[in-house]
């Protein structure tokens, strides 16, 4: 049974680009979170996603940042027009039920903003 | 107050050390618990849940003291390859959850 997929795992962008963040859920999994983790920080939550619809944006910056979980595919994490602070580790991590049972998590995309 | 803390140690111990890390929490609607483990620069990786009657893994114990809204984990005869970030993790909810993820307690087992 094949764990939580991210990809890419690394991914540079210069300012003003975008970025685009995918990640596969566990097998049988239909809860989806995104966090983000800064360098010696702990993990902030952005966003828990359910197929097709967003429960809990409550961590998503207002703007630049949007996700989504389509019927069919990965979870997407788009940030649009990166900057430098937006550099940091982002992690997905997927349930089997809701949001209070445990959350496994995949291996992270690194994206460095230049 | 931060909703969950814990002391970011870090904490050195020797090989065969017992260690026990503490996590309080503040919101008394708080559901469900996890430790987790996070490697330098990996992903947090689920160690245990933690229920109100205690629960044991191995080397590893989670307990949970729901009264002072407190948990903890227990490690017994560590080992070199337990040296990590230790994180709590708070589900808070009353009709919609909240996770809460401490900042983490580094462990660092010397031989």
């Known amino acids: 049974n094949a764990g939580v997929m991210q990809n890419p795992r690394h991914l540079v962008r210069r300012r003003g680009q975008e970025a685009r963040l995918r990640c596969s859920p566990m097998?049988?999994?239909?809860?989806v979170y995104w966090y983000r983790q800064l360098p010696e920080e702990g993990l902030k939550f952005m966003v828990y996603l359910q197929k097709e619809n967003i429960i809990d944006e409550s961590g998503m910056p207002k703007e630049r940042f949007s996700a989504e979980f389509p019927k069919e595919g990965p979870s997407i994490l788009r940030i649009q027009q990166v900057v430098r602070g937006d550099s940091a580790a982002y992690f997905c991590?997927?349930?089997?039920?809701?949001?209070?049972?445990?959350?496994?998590f995949g291996p992270g995309t690194r994206l460095t903003v230049t | 107050r931060k909703e969950v803390e814990q002391d970011p140690g870090p904490f050195n111990v020797p090989e065969g050390a017992t260690v026990a890390f503490n996590c309080t929490y503040s919101n008394s609607a708080s559901q469900s618990f996890f430790w987790y483990r996070q490697d330098c620069r990996k992903e947090p990786k689920l160690l245990m849940s933690v229920y109100s009657s205690g629960n044991e893994d191995g080397r590893f114990t989670a307990q949970l003291n729901r009264a002072s809204q407190y948990i903890s984990l227990l490690i017994r005869d560590s080992k070199l390859s337990d040296s990590a970030t230790y994180l709590c993790v708070v589900n808070i909810g009353t009709g919609g959850f909240k996770t809460i993820f401490g900042a983490g307690t580094r462990l660092f087992v010397k031989a």
């Open positions: 991590a997927s349930s089997p039920r809701d949001r209070g049972s445990e959350q496994y």
């Open positions: 097998k049988g999994h239909s809860h």
